[in-house]
């Protein structure tokens, strides 16, 4: 060969190698550096051709073998996987787990491509396991596995938790053994054991089997008899679902915090006679402890004593007078003049006709008259600042715990709606309950109790549940002993002003408040008439147009205010009365 030539072969050996790589060398050498062929790397690929029905009832019969022959051939199982590692480990989980004494496999069939993977050929089989010893059985279930191909044809299992059981997932485990009640099939009892019957109670119609049903329902079981079985657990242990019932749980209760005589009660509340067949709810609760002793409602709308939202009227001004003492730093004996109206961001506000206006009004006297004026005028004046009127939000939830709620139960409650920054006329409406607030009778009955308790708890109906406090402490001023001032005196725990000090509306309200004597006592219990067209979220009672000005009357005395007796909770009650609700 001349020299010409040879350089001109050795310059493009040099630019393929520099453009191909591997490819360049055999264009100048057929071999490679072995003498054998170079391997293909396409050729472990997975073909995008499903391997035949042979082929796949082939492989799988080979892993279902080693399957079958126990831990000591899991490794030549995993081998015939896509992953041998974690397949094995998979097996050696579901052996250990199910204390399996032996599997076998019936009825191993080609169900040919699998419509979920194109690229792969659906084995179906059943399998029949013995698990969990001496109190286990045999578990029968079917099953499946996919068998995919290399682009050379080689097979493998395609790895996945479900092949071991079709509803495990990534990450799960099998355990047989010991195994809960199953849902509903423990009874739902009251504090002392009193079963709870929609038949008997029927406003706990719906609470009942959710309570029943639930997962913390379920772990609140006592007594009833051991079942036995297999579960599905997270990594960690924690059930997730239960595979298979050997033996089932029998029996057992769930208690709850009702009391079932003053629920017995509650529900006649709802439906008296005073009531003319508006509807009603009543929510009564332990204020040592937020316990709820009982719920009750009536009415086309459900459960309206914990999911209603409706404008909580002169209620809010408990939350109001304490955001004037905590943030305002006022006392019960500032002034807060009750006029006859007063105009806030370009809205008129009113009082009833018949409360009488004085201008030495103090905000004890405000809020025992419950004269809108004087909430408005210190409200405004004090805790609206410019844009910022977050007071009002803030003392509702870091004093009052108006926040997210759980009760327990998976019941669900509707939450309070005090808005963090209202803006216009609203900021001055909600002070007084309307505007854009809203509250259920179970938030009402809140309030109450911790006025009356003089810290939050927040109420649960399942005995045990977190409960998480307030953030901040309730101040001493809102509650002090009914001789001195305070909200107690005002309003709560049924102590007001001397009856020579009281306008006479108020003392005849007072008068037919209390009854007959015994009743309404040793209980927290609230009576909140459920207007109609508050049921549907439109607005509160009382309010119209007038020129440019929306007029808004107060509601009527009875209609929002607690009514909380002193004495603590007591097995010993009196019947439930209502309070008459106006028209």
Known sequence: MNGGVKAGL????????????????NLVDTGSVTGRPAPNPSATMISAVPPTSPQALKLAQSFLDSWAAGPTSYAKAGADTDAPTTAQQDLTGYSSGLGLGAVTFGQVLSAGPDPAAPNAAKV?????????GATGGAWTYPDSLDVVQTNS??????????VLYPKLKAGQLLKAGSIPAAPGSA??????????????????????????????GLRAVTGGSGGSGVEITTAGGTPVSTAKIFTPAGGGTIKTTIDPALQANAESAVVAPVLDGKPGAVVALDRTNGHILAIAFSGKSGDTAINA????????????????????GLKPDSLAPCTADVVADGQVFHNDDDIVANPNTTIEQGFA??????????????????????????EADNVFGLGNWDIGGGVQTANPNVPMNPTGSNAAADLIGQGTVTMSPLILASLSATVRDGAFHQPIILPGQPQPAAAQ???????????DHGLRRAQLDGHRLPADERHPRQRRQDRHRRGRPGQQRHHQRLVHRLRQQDLRGRAGPGRHHRGRHRRIHRAEPDEHRPVIPANPVTPAIGPIRPVPLNP
């Open 369 to 394: 008259e419950s004269c809108n004026a004087s909430f408005i005028k210190d409200g405004y004046d004090d805790l609206v600042h410019g844009s910022d009127a977050t007071a009002l939000a803030k």
């Open 473 to 483: 402490a309730m101040n001493p001023t809102d509650r002090l002993p009914a001789t």
């Open 309 to 328: 939202e409706l404008a909580p009227g002169s209620t809010m001004k408990i939350i109001t007078s304490a955001a004037l003492f905590d943030d305002a």
């Open 124 to 132: 179906t089989f059943s399998v029949t396991a013995r698990v969990g």
């Open 153 to 162: 044809g080689v097979t493998s299992v395609k790895w996945g938790a479900q």
């Open 10 to 25: 050795i310059g493009a050996c040099v630019v393929l190698l520099a453009a191909g790589g591997y490819g360049a060398y």
């Open 187 to 216: 009874s739902v009892v009251a504090a002392d054991g009193t079963p709870l019957t929609a038949a008997k109670y029927p406003s706990l119609a719906q609470i009942i089997p959710t309570i029943a049903d639930s997962a913390e």
